[in-house]
C-alpha cells in the first residue's frame, strides 16, 4: 500500500497540471488585474541601512524649494503612488573558458623489522609467515582532465513604467512595476523592481535600470509557444528523481 501511494503521489500532481491546461483549452493566457502591489501575500516592505536622523534645516524666505527643478513643480516621482518610467537596456557578452589538468602518483612502503624484540613472536601471531620488512605497502594514482567554456550574449531594450511603493527614511524609493502583453494567445509579462535615489531620476522622470539597487527584472512569458517549449510535466519529473 506504502509503494502504491507513493506511485500515485507523482501521478496525481501530473494530472492536477492536465486538469489545469484541459480548463484553460482553446483560450489565452489571463492577464492580471491591475492591483496594489502593497496587497500581495507575497510583498515585504523593504528595510535598507539608514543614515542617523538629522535635525530639519530652517526654513528661509525663497521661492526655490530644495531639490526642484523648476519654480512651480518638480515633476519626477517622489511620493508613494507616484510613476516612473524605468529603461531597461542590458548589454551582456561574457565568454570564460577554462582547461584543468591534474596527475598523481604515490607510493607508500614500511616495514618494522626489529620492535622491543618482538619480531620472535611474529611467527605465533601469523602461522602463515609474514616479512617483517615490507609490513605496509600502497600506491595510488590519479588523473584529472577537465575543460569548461561558457558563451553568453544577451540584449534586452524596455521600457516599463513602476510605481513608488515605499519612501524609506533617508529618501530613496522603493519601485515595484509590471508590464503583461498578450499577442495571438502568447501573454509576455515583465516585472521590475528596486531602490533608487531620487537624484537619479532624470528630468523626463525616466531612470536607468542600472542605478536601481536590489535590482529585480523579470521578462517571461506564457502561451501556446511557451508551452510547446517547456518539457512534459512527466520529462521534469524523471530529471528530479532519477539518480542517473
Excluded at 513604467?161 to 527614511?169: E, G, I, K, N, R
Aim: aromatic fraction near 2%; charge should be positive.
Amino acid at each position: 500500500m506504502r509503494r502504491l501511494l507513493l506511485l500515485m503521489a507523482p501521478l496525481s500532481l501530473i494530472a492536477c497540471s492536465g486538469a489545469e491546461r484541459l480548463s484553460r483549452l482553446g483560450d489565452p493566457p489571463e492577464m492580471a488585474a491591475i492591483t496594489n502591489p502593497t496587497q500581495d501575500p507575497r510583498w515585504r516592505p523593504v528595510t535598507m541601512p539608514m543614515p542617523n536622523p538629522q535635525d530639519p534645516p530652517l526654513a528661509n524666505n525663497s521661492l526655490w524649494r530644495p531639490g526642484s527643478r523648476t519654480f512651480l513643480r518638480d515633476q519626477r516621482a517622489a511620493t508613494v503612488g507616484d510613476l516612473v518610467t524605468v529603461l531597461v537596456a542590458i548589454a551582456d557578452e561574457a565568454e570564460l573558458q577554462n582547461r584543468t589538468i591534474r596527475g598523481r602518483n604515490n607510493s607508500e612502503a614500511m616495514g618494522i623489522p626489529q620492535m622491543l624484540g618482538l619480531q620472535s613472536s611474529y611467527g605465533r601471531l601469523f602461522p602463515a609467515g609474514i616479512d617483517p620488512s615490507r609490513l605496509v605497502e600502497a600506491s595510488s594514482t590519479s588523473d584529472v582532465n577537465g575543460a569548461g567554456q561558457t558563451r553568453r550574449n544577451e540584449s534586452v531594450l524596455l521600457r516599463v513604467a513602476a510605481t513608488v511603493s515605499q519612501v524609506l527614511p533617508n529618501g530613496n524609493l522603493v519601485l515595484t512595476g509590471r508590464q503583461q502583453v498578450r499577442v495571438n494567445s502568447e501573454l509576455r509579462d515583465l516585472t521590475v523592481g528596486g531602490v533608487i535615489r531620487p537624484a537619479d531620476i532624470a528630468s523626463d522622470n525616466t531612470v536607468r535600470h542600472d542605478r536601481l539597487a536590489e535590482a529585480r527584472i523579470t521578462y517571461g512569458g506564457r502561451g501556446t509557444i511557451s508551452d510547446v517549449q517547456r518539457p512534459r510535466t512527466g520529462q521534469e519529473l524523471l530529471d528530479i528523481i532519477l539518480p542517473f
